[in-house]
């Protein structure tokens, strides 16, 4: 399944439910889906800090911690960013990496890397 279908049935399914238990009748979602790949830890930082002050741009809250629906929330424990956004653990690997003998064998510890996540 592809993830446009999957968010397709997420909001599809959210919507029915809004409408059924909360009665809204007015679109809940905007049209459309796109996906965007995070590929490094300060895209991930922009990108969290804007969706951080939607709430605020929007004046829904004067800060954005006191949004109770954000990951900015007091007391919202956000996730740790993905183990290849972690600027030290990035160095650490490619400390070990360069202490192997040659190439194939760097080949093998980036893959086996790699597939750990």
Excluded: C
């Amino acid at each position: 399944m592809t993830i446009e279908r999957a968010v397709q049935f997420i909001k599809g399914g959210f919507s029915f439910r809004a409408g059924r238990e909360l009665g809204m009748r007015s679109p809940v979602w905007q049209k459309g889906f796109s996906d965007r790949r995070i590929t490094g830890v300060d895209e991930f930082e922009r990108i969290r800090n804007y969706i951080h002050k939607n709430p605020v741009k929007q004046l829904l809250v004067k800060e954005a911690p006191q949004y109770p629906y954000s990951s900015a929330h007091y007391g919202f424990e956000l996730d740790p960013a993905p183990v290849y956004l972690n600027p030290k653990l990035i160095a650490a690997v490619f400390r070990a990496a360069k202490s192997l003998p040659d190439k194939a064998s760097r080949d093998a510890f980036f893959h086996a890397v790699s597939k750990a996540g």
